[in-house]
């Protein structure tokens, strides 16, 4: 069974940067488009960004456009996002899910918490 | 693509029937995922392809539709069901979700 570790999260002042991780296990990372998503408190879940499996395609979230990247390193089978200018509104538990693909997520992180104020 | 969940919540009893329904704002053929949360959980996809059970869903879990309009039916409610429901479409980028359905205890 696969699993999917999040790392990185914490608290970060407005136009700040941060980078998350996510280790993965148990499955043949690099075969696997993997995702982003994230849930504000209290809310819903937004897609935030994919990355295809060889790392050269990268979809981001029109919010975030232009201010996360995302890549992975598939020796190390982890996967990263980037964050700068960072808002109040990025404010959230960030998931790192596996693609199944047939366009859904098979494996989800426990989630990495993000806090943007000042 | 817009995804549009109804209803918000819906209240019932262990034992009863739950549908929920899912529209897409175009067609998303049959790329439509349905995902259970539970309070400080990670989301668990219960359904993919519309309609077919996630590896270690119950039976009772079960999914249609294709195009624009799909449920999730939960038949025989059991007390560890009630949670939050969000569909997903996988169709193409942006992947969107619906705002959820909460499904609550009567």
């Known amino acids: 069974e696969g699993q999917l570790l999040e790392s990185g999260g914490g608290w970060v002042q407005p136009g700040g940067s941060l980078r998350l991780s996510c280790e993965a296990s148990?499955?043949?990372?690099?075969?696997?488009?993997m995702h982003w998503v994230r849930q504000a408190p209290g809310k819903g879940l937004e897609w935030v960004s994919s990355?295809?499996?060889?790392?050269?395609?990268?979809y981001y979230e029109d919010s975030v456009e232009g201010r996360c990247t995302s890549s992975r390193d598939n020796s190390r089978n982890t996967v990263y996002l980037q964050m700068n200018s960072l808002r109040v509104e990025d404010t959230a538990i960030y998931y790192c899910?596996?693609?199944?693909?047939?366009?859904?997520?098979?494996?989800w992180g426990q989630g990495t918490m993000l806090i943007v104020s000042s | 693509i817009l995804l549009t969940q109804s209803p918000a919540t819906l209240s019932l009893s262990p034992g009863e029937g739950a549908t929920l329904s899912c529209r897409a704002s175009?067609?998303?053929?049959?790329?439509l995922a349905w995902y259970q949360q539970k309070p400080g959980q990670a989301p668990r996809l219960l359904i993919s392809n519309a309609s077919n059970r996630a590896t270690g869903i119950p039976a009772r879990f079960s999914g249609s539709g294709s195009g624009t309009d799909f449920t999730l039916t939960i038949s025989n409610l059991e007390p560890e069901d009630f949670a939050v429901y969000f569909c997903?479409?996988?169709?193409?980028?942006?992947?969107?979700f619906g705002q959820g359905t909460r499904l609550e205890i009567k």
């Open positions: 990355i295809v499996e060889g790392g050269t395609v990268t």
């Open positions: 997903q479409h996988g169709s193409q980028w942006p992947i969107t």
């Open positions: 899910a596996k693609g199944s693909g047939r366009g859904d997520f098979d494996i």
């Open positions: 148990g499955f043949s990372f690099s075969s696997y488009v």
């Open positions: 175009q067609s998303v053929a049959t790329y």
